[in-house]
Nanobody, 123 residues
C-alpha cells in the first residue's frame, strides 16, 4: 500500500520561503516519479514540479521556475519542494503524487496522492 505524507506547509509573508516534504512508503520507488501539484480554491489542480527517483531528472512549471526547486533523498524515500520568493498567488493546498516512469503535468495521470498541506502567503 503506497502512502504519501506531506508536511511543511504554513503561513508565510510574501518574499519568504518554505520547504515541503513528501515521505513515501509502501514499495520500492526506483522506477517511479513524484510530482508536486497545487490547488487554490475554485481552481483546477495545477502541476508545479516533478522528479524521477532513479536519476533525479526534474521538470518544473514555468510559473514557478527560478523560485521553486524539487529534490529527493532516495535513502529517506522523501521528496522536497523548496519554495523561495513566495507570492500571494502561490497560496494553495500542495499535494504530492506518484506514478510510474514519466512525469506528466496532468494530475489525472497519477495513481497515488498525499493528503495535502496548506500554504498561505500573505501580502
Amino acid at each position: 500500500q503506497v502512502q504519501l505524507v506531506e508536511s511543511g506547509g504554513g503561513l508565510v509573508q510574501a518574499g519568504g520561503s518554505l520547504r515541503l516534504s513528501c515521505a513515501a512508503s509502501g514499495r520500492t520507488f526506483s522506477s517511479w516519479t513524484m510530482g508536486w501539484f497545487r490547488q487554490a480554491p475554485g481552481k483546477e489542480r495545477e502541476f508545479v514540479a516533478g522528479i524521477r527517483w532513479s536519476d533525479g531528472w526534474t521538470n518544473v512549471a514555468d510559473s514557478v521556475k527560478g523560485r521553486f526547486t524539487i529534490s529527493r533523498d532516495n535513502a529517506a524515500n522523501t521528496v522536497y519542494l523548496q519554495m523561495n520568493n513566495l507570492k500571494p498567488e502561490d497560496t494553495a493546498v500542495y499535494y504530492c503524487a506518484t506514478r510510474l516512469v514519466t512525469i506528466p503535468t496532468d494530475y489525472r495521470a497519477y495513481n497515488y496522492w498525499g493528503q495535502g498541506t496548506q500554504v498561505t502567503v500573505s501580502s
